[in-house]
């Protein structure tokens, strides 16, 4: 099936700091890409929606200025916490849907999260 | 706003049991249902999905799923379920109108003993 890619798996940084997590559609191209959260025993939590070559969409309460959002192709997507404190230490997995090709349709396939830790 | 509910927030069973995980979703136009199953430690993976014709839908690993539209529900079933099969499952909805979000329920765990 469709892989979508992160990187890194698992980071720690200090707070203070920003931290930069990729999301690859490695078979597929993908228009459209979404980052969810996921705090310890809760669900996930859609962030934002990123478009190709556009600003990216925000959910409520999802401060913009805090997690940057850059789709620059088909096939990437950058989320970047800048200024993380500890209360960000979370899981943050990207999904995407596939544009045309033969993974095209109605499923989002997921990447396999990234493990941020703000000490 | 759409969301989807998940009735069981954990659920312990002894292996050969049967398994039945409610789920129901608040929206009302044409919608696209999903089933993830995230084991400890990994990520998360598509069991099954609904897109349209057959209610009945049967996923991977023995698991199955019926879309009862009058209920808005989406249950997950699996008939004997194994030691294997402790896990975080989470219900999907995606609306069937383009590029378009998935909302997730919030999980139910499922822990089974032998």
């Known amino acids: 099936g469709a892989v979508v890619s992160q990187h890194p798996s698992r980071v720690i940084c200090k707070s203070g700091t920003s931290v930069k997590i990729e999301c690859r559609s490695l078979d597929f191209q993908a228009t459209t890409m979404f980052w969810y959260r996921q705090f310890p025993k809760q669900s996930l939590m859609l962030m934002a929606t990123s478009n190709e070559g556009s600003k990216a969409t925000y959910e409520q309460g999802v401060e913009k200025d805090k997690f940057l959002i850059n789709h620059a192709s088909l096939t990437l997507s950058t989320l970047t916490v800048t200024s993380a404190h500890p209360e960000d230490s979370s899981f943050y997995i990207c999904?995407?849907?596939?544009?045309?090709?033969?993974?095209?349709?109605?499923?989002?396939?997921f990447g396999e999260g990234s493990w941020l830790t703000v000490v | 706003a759409q969301s989807v509910s998940q009735h069981n927030h954990h659920v312990i069973l002894s292996e050969a049991a049967s398994l039945e995980l409610g789920c129901n979703y608040s929206y009302g136009g044409t919608v696209n249902l999903f089933w993830y199953v995230q084991y400890p430690g990994q990520h998360l993976q598509l069991l099954l999905k609904?897109?349209?014709?057959?209610?009945l839908v049967k996923g991977i690993k023995g698991f199955e799923a019926e879309f009862i539209k009058s209920k808005f529900s989406f249950n997950l079933r699996k008939p004997s379920v194994q030691w294997s099969d402790t896990a975080e499952y989470f219900c999907a909805v995606k609306r069937d109108s383009g590029n378009t979000p998935l909302v997730f329920g919030k999980g139910t765990r499922l822990s089974v003993i032998a």
């Open positions: 999904s995407a849907r596939p544009r045309g090709g033969p993974f095209s349709g109605n499923t989002i396939y």
């Open positions: 609904y897109f349209s014709g057959d209610p």
